[in-house]
């Protein structure tokens, strides 16, 4: 008699006191997790930001300076480190290219680059507008 009792027993699944306690765990510790990420997001994208102008932006700037003895003007811009420039100053000896593309910011917008900068040390400013695309709080810098 013990068999059948425990054979109907397993068939019956669970019971719906059962299924509500395993939602509210769920969602008590969905409730505890997704205030810790959020907004991480535009964390980590700032951060891939300022790795990008602090890291290979700035050795492709510096390997330019190196072969051509002074950094790009300010409208040459940036893209004379993926084609030689063809207005003057011309660079003497261009040995690009320093970039394989032109370099975005991980909100799809263009690096800003001016030659000469007014924010030292460094000889030239180059930065990115962040998520709303204009000046702000939100800018990730070189300087």
Excluded at 103 to 122: E, T
């Amino acid at each position: 008699m013990a068999r059948k009792d425990a054979a109907r027993t397993a068939a019956q699944g669970f019971t719906l006191i059962e299924l509500m306690v395993v939602v509210i765990i769920i969602a008590a510790l969905a409730a505890m997790v997704v205030p810790r990420l959020a907004g991480r997001s535009q964390e980590a994208k700032m951060a891939a930001a300022s790795a990008d102008i602090k890291g290979n932006i700035s050795l492709a700037l510096r390997l330019y300076e190196v072969d051509n003895g002074r950094y790009p003007t300010t409208e040459q811009g940036l893209s004379a480190l993926l084609v030689k420039p063809t207005s003057p100053p011309n660079p003497p000896s261009w040995k690009g290219p320093y970039l394989e593309q032109e370099p975005l910011d991980p909100w799809g917008h263009s690096y800003r680059y001016k030659h000469p900068g007014s924010h030292p040390p460094r000889d030239y400013d180059l930065y990115s507008l962040g998520s709303d695309g204009a000046e702000g709080n939100d800018d990730v810098t070189n300087w």
